[in-house]
């Protein structure tokens, strides 16, 4: 199986607290937990797009649009500075130059 992991991870939150979703099974698990009074069709629509993600027969990236586009209708999606790449890259240690 591909790999489910997004390429760029989307930030949800709700009363103070942030969540990172980092992959399809990370949005399927938010969303499963999402209040069944409060679920519509375009959550119908992330549900399948996530679902067939991740059993392979949607892309990965179809499932992050839909997630994305479903949180920034509900209004849960938080804009999350992201760090520069200088910031997160891999260390150099001067035992690593010997």
Known sequence: MESDAFKQPVFVGE??????????MDAIEFLEEWP???RGLLHAAACEACYSAY???KPV????KA????ARKVGVI????????????????NADLL
């Open 61 to 64: 990236e179809a499932a992050h």
């Open 55 to 57: 059993d392979g027969r």
């Open 78 to 93: 938080e804009d999350v500075p992201t760090a520069p790449p200088w910031m997160t890259g891999p260390k150099i240690s």
């Open 36 to 38: 069944v009074e409060r």
């Open 67 to 70: 997630f994305t586009t479903w």
């Open 15 to 24: 009363n103070g607290y942030i969540q990172k979703i980092d992959c399809v």
